[in-house]
């Protein structure tokens, strides 16, 4: 069974930093490109970043770019979020999800974690 | 343009279909996908390469995506499909992008 677990979430102050996790297991995570999503407290999806298989392509949100780095080891069937400068406006539940891989470049997101909530506030 | 609307609400009596649309500037040349979110919980594909149905969602859910508009439609429209719907497609200069989301009300 595919399973994706978030953790890492927390109260944090603005200027803050966080690292976020996401443990996969029930396949081979070595192949698949990751993605992070977040949701606002009442608002829609917001798509974060991505990171191939192997770490070659990393892409990011023009809202979160500079602030956020994303990384990943195979070998330990993980995947990490590191946040920095937090801002109010960063408070989300975020969620790691799988890219199906069905289309190069364009993720499909096929399995989702439960999320794990951020909250930036002094 | 790297944005994608969707109307904020859909209602629709059980039994009938459901249209969710998804606008956005060449929506038609790229891939739309579809989640279902369902209060409390993650995300759920429903749709994916604009006409393609994830395994083990019902054949009551289809897809199309032509000129600026993808639609998500719903045949037979159950109680058991109520929840948020969201069109997604990737830009190659910005990344990943959602539709705003629409509440699907079956009533």
């Known amino acids: 069974e595919v399973q994706l677990v978030e953790s890492g979430g927390g109260l944090v102050k603005p200027g803050g930093s966080l690292r976020l996790s996401c443990a996969a297991s029930g396949f081979t995570f070595s192949t698949y490109s990751i993605n992070w999503v977040r949701q606002a407290p009442g608002k829609g999806l917001e798509w974060v970043s991505c990171i191939s298989s192997s770490s070659s392509f990393i892409k990011f949100s023009d809202s979160v770019k500079g602030r956020f780095t994303i990384s990943r080891d195979n070998a330990k069937n993980s995947l990490y979020l590191h946040m920095s400068s937090l801002r109010a406006e960063d408070t989300a539940v975020y969620y790691c999800a799988r890219d199906l891989g069905v289309v190069a470049g364009q993720p499909v997101l096929d399995f989702w974690g439960q999320g794990t909530q951020v909250t930036v506030s002094s | 343009s790297h944005e994608l609307t969707q109307p904020p609400s859909v209602s629709v009596s059980p039994g009938q279909t459901a249209s969710i649309t998804c606008s956005g500037g060449?929506?038609?040349?790229?891939?739309a996908c579809w989640y279902q979110q369902k209060p409390g919980q993650s995300p759920v594909l429903v749709m994916y390469?604009?006409?393609k149905r994830p395994s083990g969602i019902p054949e009551r859910f289809s897809g199309s995506n032509s000129g600026n508009t993808a639609t998500l439609t719903i045949s037979g429209t159950q109680a058991m499909d109520e929840a948020d719907y969201y069109c997604q497609a990737w830009d190659s200069s910005t990344g990943g992008v959602f539709g705003g989301g629409t509440k699907l009300t079956v009533l």
């Open positions: 060449k929506l038609g040349d790229k891939y």
């Open positions: 390469q604009n006409t």
